[in-house]
């Protein structure tokens, strides 16, 4: 990968959330943090990479920030506050500090984001697209909906912020509560394209997996007395604990069933337990996620794993949560569970409403050849790597298909 494009992954949801405090309008952000990767595209070929690459940009971004409030009369007044506000920052206590500020740049801006005077899906696509940094493209993958409509959500979502003028700051503790789904969603899906990345060359981007990590973990100090909190924070690092296991010797994708298990990161594991403990029993989606994530680490192999339990789990998941994807999970639980004529019908019923989700087709090659229906299931897998848009997932799905 370029160093340019590699640097930018990193740290452009932090320049991006850094420049909203400083301009406070998302959209001018974004647009600053542009324009400091389009002069790091044009100095560092020349000049070189520098020792700090991501200072560098941020120091850039933020110097055209500030040129940018100094010419335009509409931002101007921006500078006079900000002033204020440095000044007032000095004078507080410790005490102060307690309940009006997050004390971190990009949850600050993921809550903004999730301003009610959006709409939860324009907040999410908005998110993941300035923290998350996940293109368009992506987005659409995630929602299952066309590339266009996630275009005009965030567009619409940049242009409602920036007219109603929402200040950059974090909402009293009291207000918090109507955000935090969208917010849990929002950083919930950072991780899971870190985890497995929809579209590219790379099956994983342990770096976005890892920021929705600490993000959730923050929240959770934010939030203690919030299980769904701790159900997410539980679930990411479960999932997170099996990441050295996910990749072959060739980078390619090895399913879970399949995997090392010795491989699995115990630490995080401990961590998960510890953090779903803290949810004291809820019955909320992230918990029940997270038990479903903590059954399959307590099982030494797979065919250990309480199937019966699980599938139960995700009868309950999909009551909370009737989507056609967690209908898929269920599916395959249910196959473990009970065999695979169960959890192919289950399959069968998603064709319509997920005809064009690869791990459809995924699924039913793997219950089909279960069956022993072997040129069926072939055919399947075929489709799903037409579906796929991760090189390394199509890679898999193609051998599976000539096997």
């Not at 452009?12 to 952000?29: E, P, Q």
């Not at 908005?126 to 959500?153: D, H, K, S």
């Not at 022993?372 to 051998?399: M, P, Q, T």
Request: glycine share 8%; hydrophobic share 45%; with cysteine.
């Amino acid at each position: 990968m370029d160093p340019v494009e590699s640097v930018w992954k990193l740290e452009s949801a932090r320049i991006v959330a850094a420049l909203t405090r400083l301009v406070r309008d998302v959209g001018l952000a974004e647009d600053l943090a542009q324009d400091a990767l389009l002069a790091a595209l044009e100095e560092w070929p020349a000049k070189g990479v520098p020792a700090n690459p991501g200072g560098w940009l941020m120091l850039t971004a933020k110097h055209r920030a500030i040129d940018r409030l100094r010419r335009d009369d509409r931002l101007r007044a921006n500078l006079a506050e900000l002033g204020r506000a440095a000044e007032h920052e000095q004078q507080k206590g410790p005490e102060d500090e307690l309940d009006d500020d997050i004390g971190d740049d990009v949850l600050r801006l993921i809550f903004i984001a999730c301003h009610p005077v959006l709409s939860r899906e324009s907040s999410v696509a908005l998110t993941l697209r300035m923290i998350g940094g996940l293109t368009t493209a992506e987005i659409a993958r995630a929602f299952l909906v066309p590339e266009p409509t996630i275009g005009q959500r965030i567009s619409r979502a940049k242009r409602t912020l920036g007219e109603r003028k929402i200040p950059f700051e974090v909402p009293p503790p009291d207000e918090r509560a109507g955000r935090l789904s969208a917010v849990l969603e929002t950083i919930y899906l950072i991780f899971n394209e870190g985890y497995a990345a929809t579209a590219g060359d790379d099956w994983m981007r342990p770096a976005l997996a890892t920021e929705a990590i600490r993000l959730g973990r923050m929240l959770a100090a934010l939030a203690p007395g919030e299980p769904e909190v701790h159900g997410l924070v539980a679930l990411m690092e479960l999932h997170a604990s099996r990441m050295a296991a996910r990749l072959g010797p060739g980078g390619e994708p090895v399913p879970l069933l399949e995997q090392d298990r010795d491989r699995w990161d115990q630490e995080l594991i401990r961590s998960g337990f510890a953090a779903l403990l803290r949810a004291q029993r809820s019955d909320g989606p992230y918990v029940l996620q997270a038990a479903i994530a903590a059954s399959h680490a307590r099982a030494r192999t797979a065919q250990e794993t309480d199937w019966v339990g699980v599938a139960g789990l995700y009868e309950l998941l999909v009551r909370r949560t009737p989507t056609p994807v967690v209908e898929l999970n269920r599916a395959v639980a249910v196959a473990m569970a009970f065999g695979p004529e169960r959890g192919l019908a289950i399959v069968d019923g998603l064709a319509g409403e997920l005809r064009d989700y690869h791990l459809l087709p995924a699924v039913r090659g793997d219950l089909l050849r279960r069956l022993g229906r072997d040129a069926e299931a072939r055919a399947e897998f075929a489709r799903a790597a037409s579906l796929a848009r991760n090189a390394k997932e199509r890679d898999v799905l193609l051998a599976r298909a000539a096997m």
